[in-house]
């Protein structure tokens, strides 16, 4: 039976928190549930060059460092039908998509193009587990996020109210949408 621990990491004058939770400890998951969740990092230290609004104001559209920039990309694989599908937001606004080897371009709107940057400054987003899978249902989506120097991978089975709204306002942008 192991305890719970918790570690605290002091970088660039961020503190960030990193646990973990085994059998018995006061946050460990039931092993019943069928979902798995697991963090690298609960709460990762944003860069200098990328400051973060406090929960008070409320989130602030991320910054743009270039045209080339990739704000974020999504992966969404799985299900009956074998999807395998992308989206990749950039810097000028670009959306590159592709399905299935289907590739296509085309450029976000400037509410959609501001609208993203700010799910993606949202920092509830910092609270959101590295990985989340429930490992008893079969044919569910997995997606794959890489944002702000992480992946993020779940099959939305654990609800995360600042993820859902990035992976909602993203799937809009996917082909057939």
Do not use: W
């Amino acid at each position: 039976m192991f305890g719970r621990c918790v570690a605290v990491v002091l970088v660039a004058g961020t503190l960030g928190l990193i646990g973990c939770g085994f059998e018995g400890g006061a946050g460990s998951a039931d092993p019943t549930d069928g979902a798995v969740s697991a963090s690298t990092a609960v709460s990762p230290s944003a860069s200098p060059s990328t400051p973060r609004s406090s929960a008070s104001t409320g989130p602030s559209p991320v910054p743009v460092t270039g045209a080339d920039q990739v704000l974020v990309t999504m992966e969404v694989t799985g299900g009956f039908a074998d999807v395998r599908q992308e989206v990749t937001l950039r810097g000028d606004g670009t959306v590159h998509t592709d399905d299935k080897g289907e590739r296509a371009v085309r450029r976000a709107s400037a509410a959609q193009f501001t609208g993203l940057r700010t799910l993606l400054g949202d920092p509830a987003l910092d609270d959101v587990s590295d990985f989340t899978r429930n490992m008893e249902a079969a044919d569910l989506f997995q997606y794959t996020l890489r944002f702000d120097g992480r992946t993020v991978m779940t099959d939305r089975s654990v609800e995360e109210p600042a993820l859902d709204r990035l992976l909602d306002a993203l799937s809009e942008l996917l082909p057939g949408r």
